[in-house]
């Protein structure tokens, strides 16, 4: 195996450092936490009456004993809902996951659903608001599911984009279970990304109408299976893989396939021999680990994944008891390279990129550059090799071979000795206007620096009804601000998107700078996102005014406003009534989560870890960043 990358290697190092004292006190929790016996045998004959009361006569059996060779349960805590089209598969998954532990001689019992709301419905609408702290919510419902004392490992059926990374750490909770994550996969090809696109645009500028507009839509997304863009579900898909959270191959195969039953059905197998009682016991708090959450980064960059993970996977290595930050992804994008152009930064999707040879392949060119740990733990077993492998079926017989050791469509997939961007494309925002992220890999090189005067606005609704007015027929540097998590949950702005790619279409400069997010949708304008402190917080953007000139270059990873230092140092940051975010569609409910929220560099979490706050002042203190 190639030598670890130098950077590879100085940032997990220096990652492991800084958590040395955090990751320890962690894993001391977890390995005190598995008992001597089944999770079980710890509970009175009247506790026990009630978990197995209403199970089939042959679990029953297997569940009431309690003795030192009885068999693992294992917990089925799932995202189904039939409204969602990336959930509605899982509604099979459970019955499939009993029959095949009972065939293993285990039982399995669906230990309790998580909420999973959808952004591409709330997109621009009110309950957007409360899409972020959807993953605090999922992660505590994971904790309340597992908190009975019955399981001996857990199977995780999720795939979108609060409710993975809430799954993962409700189930980081319960470090000392093992852990499985089943994914749902993605619906088949639709109409094509680019044409899409440019019916949306057709509707920004009032050429099509409302009718029009649905209608492609509805060819977009027109069956079970998620969304095919590159965007926070997909690119969740791409983490648990890389990670070794799923089986190997797992993560991109269509629902209502032969192959996607057996696969979960090997999941639940698997997940037998991985638990307590099995024979390879895989506590997931001690697999994820440093080299876990650096291979995660990894993947995210070399596949110009969400920037919705510059937050979730803060919060994630956080429940694990590492600490990193958007320094570390910034310094990892300079070494790796984007080896995949899917949309929005091309025009395929995820099928197509399966197809060209998928994360198999990636894997296999990160691991012979250098770029990914190889001797870590997976599900599947020691070391990353496994998932240079993909799945197939022999006779019905589920089977891995290897992967593509080439790329079916370079135009799609390429080898890290020609990669399309020779970095990562997300990069750190630094300057005087706080510390934020960039996506910069969808953005033309014309259009990556932009200096333009600033419009300020409050809400996103504001930026369109003034392009409707006709106002921004100009250069502009639009800034988006009170739209941090403790502003109002942090809803992404997604729909600012067509408007803004209009704009810049007709030859002005045109750039977003904003304490909100844009998901991994996030497209061909250069945005400064997640500026972090928020404006709520007093930070910088609620020093902006009109007319200010504000510099976003992208290339260098900068954005300043251009205003004389003694006239900034005398500006007091605003402060706007945010009584319309804190009440109505259930954003009343969430008063605690907006209060107690951290910034969106310590992964915009709403409760805390008792020493995760004492982590964040760390980081900012490394990093630079502001306080």
Known sequence: MPALHPVLNAVTQRIEARSRQRRADYLSRVRGARGSKVERSQLSCTNLAHAIAAAPVAAKVLLKDVSAQSRPNLAIVSAYNDMLSAHQPLGAFPPWIKEAALAAGATAQFAGGVPAMCDGITQGQT???????????????????????????????????????????????????????????????????????????????????????????????????????????????????????????????????????????????????????????????????????????????????????????????????????????????????????????????????????????????????????????????????????????????????????????????RPAAEPFAPDGGLKLMTGNLGRGVIKISAVKPEHQVVTAPAIVFDDQDELLAAFKRGELERDFVAVIRFQGPAANGMPELHKLMPTLGVLQGRGFKVALVTDGRMSGASGKVPSAIHMTPEAAHGGALAKVRHGDMITLDGRDGTVNVEVPTEVWAARTAERIDLSRNQTGLGRELFAAFRQHVDGAEQGAASFGHPDWHDASAESKVETGATA
């Open 127 to 413: 309950g957007m608001e409360l899409s972020l702290f959807s993953r605090d919510v999922i992660a505590m419902a994971t904790a309340v599911a597992l908190s009975h004392q019955m399981f001996d490992a857990g199977l995780y059926l999720g795939v979108c984009d609060k409710i993975v990374p809430g799954l993962l750490i409700g189930a980081l909770a319960f470090g000392h279970l093992p852990g499985i994550f089943v994914p749902g996969g993605p619906m088949t090809s639709g109409m094509p990304n680019d044409e899409k696109a440019r019916i949306r645009a057709l509707y920004a500028e009032g050429k099509i109408g409302r009718a029009e507009l649905l209608e492609a839509e509805m060819q977009s997304y027109h069956s079970a299976g998620t969304c095919t863009f590159y965007g926070t579900a997909n690119s969740n898909q791409m983490l648990m893989e890389i990670m070794g959270l799923h089986l190997p191959g797992s993560a991109f195969v269509n629902p209502g396939t032969p192959l996607r039953e057996a696969l979960t059905r090997a999941a639940a197998t698997r997940a037998v021999a991985i638990s307590a009682e099995g024979p390879e016991y895989t506590p997931i708090g001690e697999l994820v680990d440093e080299r876990v959450i650096v291979n995660g980064i990894v993947g995210l960059l070399c596949t110009g994944g969400s920037t919705n993970h510059t937050l979730h996977l803060v919060a994630i290595a956080r429940a694990a008891g590492i600490d990193i930050n958007w320094t570390d992804f910034d310094d990892l994008s300079k070494a790796v390279p984007t080896l995949t152009k899917l949309y929005p930064n091309g025009q395929a999707d995820v099928n197509q990129f399966h197809a060209a040879g998928g994360m198999a392949f990636v894997i296999r060119e990160l691991l012979g550059a250098g770029l990914l740990h190889p001797d870590v733990r997976t599900v599947a077993g020691p070391g990353l090799a496994r998932y240079t492998q993909e799945p197939g079926l022999d006779d019905g017989r589920l089977v891995w071979r290897e992967g593509a050791e080439r790329s079916l469509d370079p135009a799609i997939l």
